[in-house]
């Protein structure tokens, strides 16, 4: 039972780590790296950041879905960011799924 166990929770981190290098490839063919990083600032906050920033708003998902879409200003300087309406809404949910999963 205990290795039944164990293997179950390997999978699952495996799995877990699978979709985050998935988001983060996604992030990177949507252009989105260009500006932001995980760990390191750029042009705009890093994701962490980001991720910091709304932990445990309810609405931030649907929030900072609109905002990679249509784009923004204000919240973190005065460099605006862009709209990016080549990014499909589910492309944009994925990208914001992953960017506040990685609050800490």
């Given at each position: 039972?205990?290795?039944?166990?164990?293997?179950?929770?390997?999978?699952?981190?495996?799995?877990?780590?699978?979709?985050?290098?998935?988001?983060?490839?996604?992030?990177?063919?949507?252009g989105c790296t260009a500006c932001h990083q995980?760990?390191?600032?750029?042009?705009?906050?890093?994701?962490?950041?980001?991720?910091?920033?709304?932990?445990?708003?309810?609405?931030?998902?649907?929030?900072?879905?609109?905002?990679?879409?249509?784009?923004?200003?204000?919240?973190?300087?005065?460099?605006?960011?862009?709209?990016?309406?080549?990014?499909?809404?589910?492309?944009?949910?994925?990208?914001?799924?992953?960017?506040?999963?990685?609050?800490?």
């Open positions: 039972m205990r290795n039944i166990l164990t293997f179950t929770c390997m999978a699952g981190l495996l799995v877990a780590a699978g979709a985050a290098q998935a988001s983060q490839a996604l992030a990177e063919k949507q995980v760990d390191k600032k750029i042009i705009g906050p890093t994701y962490n950041d980001v991720a910091k920033k709304y932990k445990g708003d309810k609405e931030a998902a649907a929030k900072l879905a609109v905002k990679v879409k249509k784009g923004g200003a204000g919240v973190w300087g005065p460099i605006p960011m862009p709209p990016n309406d080549k990014v499909s809404e589910a492309d944009a949910k994925t990208l914001v799924d992953w960017v506040l999963s990685l609050a800490k």
